[in-house]
């Protein structure tokens, strides 16, 4: 006897798809294929290392991200993941982050409305090139604290965070976005055939209820957007409830909302709205094997005009700091605030000066009093700046214990120079003795048993 959900399920969708449920229905219950992205703003070759660990196939669709075949699991373990280089995401969370971005002129202002853990956020910053600012929204707390690990790990500098609802975001924002991306929360279909959780959880009320909550949260997103700025809603969910309709509700209360086609190549909508149908991209889970998802884009009516971006000034001290370990980086759309005698490097102007953020930008260096300590997740993100006279070239298994939080052994020529493994950057260290004393921060030793 089948499970009621799985009743109720195909009860949904085989009128809907017919005679392509059955291909349907085996996408979302097959094992998916594994995929990473590369951070390619930080301009170091981490493919060497990984083709040597796995099997990678470049996806032609979509920048930088690559299908992992055989030993794939073995990526979690590689120096390039460890220290941020590569991001594991499917392709279908991707998709919305380059479609916004495909809309977006030079030193973007964006809003991540509903942000953690943070895939999507690292993603826009990385393919911004860390140029102009994205405010990242999480309401959930606990959900904050990963999304703050990942933007260090993942040296996304350029993103300043704060935690609300997203409801009540024109409170503070109304009119003050180039690019909103709202990654809506939803009744994650995607996964029904895969987690139990959602299979408990699944039922039309449920898709219902995600259903008002995502008319709320698009209407207040939308509100938070410029003239001419461009709002990508998205959802790995596939009910018509939670994507077409959506769109359609914004539409018709919005006179000043028009829809854009929502990129190249993505397969388009089942709804029968056909206005709304051939711009939106929707990507059903099929033999391909990648999930499923939906997205589009919007535009608010209007002409955009763009913050003006200064120069910042440094302290000499700072500039010193840049000189020494990172001399060919430019920073001058920098700025630098300090907590607790630990430099934060943040886009500037601070064109948000009444919003309190719960984080400003990346950790850059401790200050002893006599010297500032690159961190590493600064030495992670700038390491192509570093001058071959200051890096220090370590052993893959020096390189994976230091990660690990263990000092390591050194010779007798280091002067603090930056760690590195076959070209790929590691960390900072201080030589104590016959010892180097690891920097490493230590919340980057926990969350380190991630499954695929």
Known sequence: MENNWLERFRAEYKPLLKDKYDEFEYGLACPKSKHIRIQSSRNIDYLKELESICSLEKLKEYDNVYKAAKNSENIVNSISFQTGGIYIMNPSSVAPASILMSYM????????????????????????????????????????????????????????????????????????????????????????????????????????????????????????????????????????????YVIKYLLDEFDNAELLPAGVGYGRGISGINHIDENVARIMPDTDKIDGFFAAAVRKKGTLIPYNFINSKLKEKEKDFFKKYYPAFSHNHISISEYDRRGYIETAPEIFKKVRFKRRGLNIYKDTGKLFEPSCQSVWQWGSFVEDNMKYDISAELAENFLKGFDISCNDNYNNELLFFNNIPVGYAKKVDSRLKNKLDRYFLYGKNIEW
């Open 105 to 244: 002129e030079e030193n973007p202002v964006m809003l991540d409305v509903s942000s953690a853990p943070g895939g999507k956020t690292c993603a826009l910053s990385d393919m911004s090139n860390r140029k102009g600012v994205i405010v990242a929204n999480e309401i959930s707390a606990s959900r904050l604290k990963s999304l703050h690990f990942n933007l260090e790990k993942y040296g996304a500098y350029n993103v300043k965070t704060v935690s609300m609802d997203g409801r009540l975001l024109p409170n503070i924002f109304e009119n003050s976005f180039d690019g909103i991306l709202l990654d809506a929360p939803c009744s994650n279909e995607n996964k029904i055939f895969r987690n139990k959780t959602v299979q408990a959880e699944w039922n039309k009320e449920l898709v219902a209820r995600m259903a008002n909550l995502q008319r709320q949260l698009i209407e207040s997103a939308f509100l938070c957007l410029k003239e001419g700025g461009v709002l990508v809603y998205s959802t790995c969910t596939l009910s018509l409830e939670e994507n077409e």
